[in-house]
């Protein structure tokens, strides 16, 4: 298939790297041009702009936030210069409001579009270990498939209202930062007692918590591996505070969620911007001065 990649981060980088080892014909675009040279070097065409980049059988994109999305597909006329054929697949975590506008704006122009949020870290991404939300009409879903089982582990159908994917990935994301401050808090406790975080989390991720997030993150925190970043503390922000918004607009309460906005917060306020969110473990070891007891 003929695609276009837009936006080159850690994760678009890595899954287009991957669309390219299937087989497709990939043109990226990214503000920045450097992030390119590598898939350039691997075979992808590189496009001076977005809009060249949304020529062919489908347009996937991979950008920051709501902001970004709005600016580079609603904003800069993409969707009036892309052609009628082409499959627009937004991979980013997004608000459930602008989920909604942009399955609108597709709809009006005559387009089609696939909600498919991603779970996986930069490391999945490169292994092609994502596990992917899907949201869209069926039939255009099998029209990207081979893309996205070329990137994915696994699809996991979410309907065709493209806000069910987004607000399933809002979801998940809610409950990952929520592990990551149960053992940032729990390992302050035990390490106030003398027991390390990393003799805590073995026996915590070999037994009662067994699973990928909690073995993942529990041993970035054990090892105090915060950079480089899967996910950093912006954008972890950026995530909780979507779960707000979408709770108040369905009115569904969130109290921890608040807890967690403001631990992120605490974060951020202490310069730890370019950190992995997983360094929540900090704050709760600052809270608790365990640094001042040695």
């Not at 899907?134 to 081979?146: D, F, I, N, S, Y």
């Not at 805590?200 to 991720?205: N, R």
């Not at 037994?207 to 990928?212: C, I, K």
């Not at 730890?272 to 001042?292: G, K, S, T, Y």
């Amino acid at each position: 298939m003929k695609v276009g990649f837009i936006g080159l981060g850690a994760m678009g980088s890595a899954m287009a790297s991957n669309l390219l080892a299937a087989g497709h014909t990939v043109t990226v675009w990214n503000r920045s041009e450097a992030a390119a040279a590598p898939l350039v070097s691997l075979g992808a065409k590189l496009a001076r702009t977005a809009d060249r980049a949304a020529q062919g059988d489908a347009l996937c994109s991979m950008l920051a936030n709501d902001q970004a999305v709005r600016e580079v597909i609603l904003d800069s006329g993409l969707l009036d210069a892309m052609d009628p054929g082409t499959v627009h697949v937004n991979h980013a975590t997004i608000s459930v409001a602008l989920a909604k506008e942009l399955a609108e704006e597709h709809a009006k122009r005559g387009l089609e579009y696939v909600s498919a949020p991603v779970f996986g870290r930069p490391d999945a991404a490169a292994a092609a270990k994502l596990n992917i939300l899907v949201a869209g009409k069926l039939a255009v879903v099998e029209r990207v498939r081979p893309l996205l089982e070329a990137m994915a582990v696994k699809l996991w159908p979410m309907g065709e209202q493209a806000e069910r994917a987004s607000v399933a990935k809002i979801a998940g994301n809610f409950m990952l930062a929520a592990a990551i401050e149960s053992m940032a808090e729990a390992t302050a406790l035990t390490r106030a007692y003398g027991v390390s975080a990393a003799d805590f989390l073995d026996v915590m991720t070999s037994t009662l918590f067994a699973s990928p997030a909690y073995q993942g993150y529990g041993k970035l925190i054990a090892e105090e591996r915060f950079q480089p970043a899967g996910l950093t503390l912006p954008l972890g922000l950026k995530d909780v505070e979507l779960a707000l918004t979408a709770g108040g607009t369905a009115r569904v309460p969130l109290p921890f969620a608040g807890v967690l906005r403001d631990s992120l917060l605490e974060a951020l306020a202490g310069g730890d911007a370019e950190l992995d969110w997983a360094a929540l473990a900090q704050v709760a070891a600052r809270r608790a001065h365990l640094d001042e007891r040695k």
